[in-house]
């Protein structure tokens, strides 16, 4: 039987706060553009500067906040205390102007994680802060989509639709206060990078250093931007016979990881990926015993590595485990 978020939620908490604060090892991808432009992690990102990497940081820090409405007494005010002292106005400032001041710093995926972070921020004391941040991130997507003539199809990183799907959230929000602009931009940039797919090759996934379906997550793309009965037809077009279970890979978990290795870590997350991917298409297209039952091996299969796993794994798959089961 599959564990409820809220029973993990203490432990998951835990593990994310430790992550979050912790700076050390770190893998910043910061540009220099000279040799005094140089800085340690919490100078440059004084927010975002634990988990090893920036985006990590940001989706982990998503994570926590999505988890606080399930955690009580010591617990909740740890969470609440780490986001203090994260999610300030100045820390988050320094934030955004850092991607203003770096246009391309975390695209896709670190711009897709940063608005669901503002989204799931929504009613807390972090929201006016992280609103900035989402300012600007809004601003370089509606920049940068319209120009951008192909998706990125790969399983990591640099993959569109993943990152256009984490930022499906924020932009509802923006078109329920009057501002549909980056609805109406992923809504089309999707349909003109992946509306005309079909006979998608999922049978090639996974890469070795993948943590994302790239299948599923296109489908998730499309399941928001597409009425439910397009969505369908799309699905049967682009992925025949994906909800009868084929192709066989594509449901079948990874085994024999090597935690310690930073890539080979990865395919923890793709078991999360797509457990998460596979609950989406149960919940826009009705049960399916096969479809559910792929949920739930991966789900098996990823949730052991969450917590005390090797730091290449525990730095951020605890927001995977979150997406599989938010």
Not at 285 to 310: I, K, M, W
Request: hydrophobic residues 45%.
């Amino acid at each position: 039987m599959t564990p409820s978020l809220a029973d993990l939620a203490p432990g998951f908490a835990a593990t994310i706060i430790g992550a979050v604060r912790r700076e050390y090892p770190n893998a910043p991808r910061h540009v220099m553009t000279g040799p005094d432009d140089m800085a340690n992690p919490s100078q440059l990102h004084p927010a975002f500067y634990g988990c090893f990497d920036w985006h990590s940081a940001v989706e982990m820090h998503w994570a926590l906040l999505r988890l606080l409405p399930l955690l009580n007494g010591a617990d909740r005010e740890e969470a609440e205390r780490v986001m203090d002292e994260h999610l300030s106005v100045d820390n988050v400032a320094t934030e955004a102007a850092y991607l203003a001041a770096h246009p391309g710093f975390e695209r896709p995926y670190g711009w897709g994680w940063a608005l669901a972070l503002a989204e799931a921020s929504e009613g807390t004391r972090w929201a006016d802060a992280l609103a900035v941040l989402a300012g600007r991130v809004t601003a370089a997507w509606l920049d940068w989509l319209p120009r951008t003539a192909l998706p990125n199809r790969q399983g990591a990183h640099a993959n569109t639709a993943f990152a256009l799907a984490r930022s499906w959230p924020w932009a509802r929000l923006l078109s329920e206060r009057g501002d549909g602009a980056l609805a109406e931009q992923i809504t089309l940039t999707a349909r003109r990078w992946y509306g005309n797919d079909r006979d998608y090759p999922a049978q090639w996934e996974p890469g070795a250093g993948d943590f994302l379906s790239p299948a599923l997550a296109e489908a998730e793309l499309m399941s928001l931007v597409l009425p439910s009965r397009t969505f369908a037809l799309w699905l049967d077009i682009a992925l025949p016979g994906l909800v009868e279970g084929h192709p066989a890979t594509l449901f079948t978990p990874l085994t024999a990881i090597d935690s310690s290795d930073g890539q080979a870590a990865h395919h923890h997350g793709l078991n999360l990926h797509r457990a998460a991917g596979f609950r989406v298409l149960q919940r826009r297209l009705g049960t399916s015993v096969v479809v559910q039952r792929a949920a739930r091996h991966h789900l098996s299969a990823g949730l052991a590595e969450v917590r005390g796993s090797h730091w290449m794994a525990e730095h951020w798959l605890a927001a995977y485990a979150v997406l599989a089961l938010d």
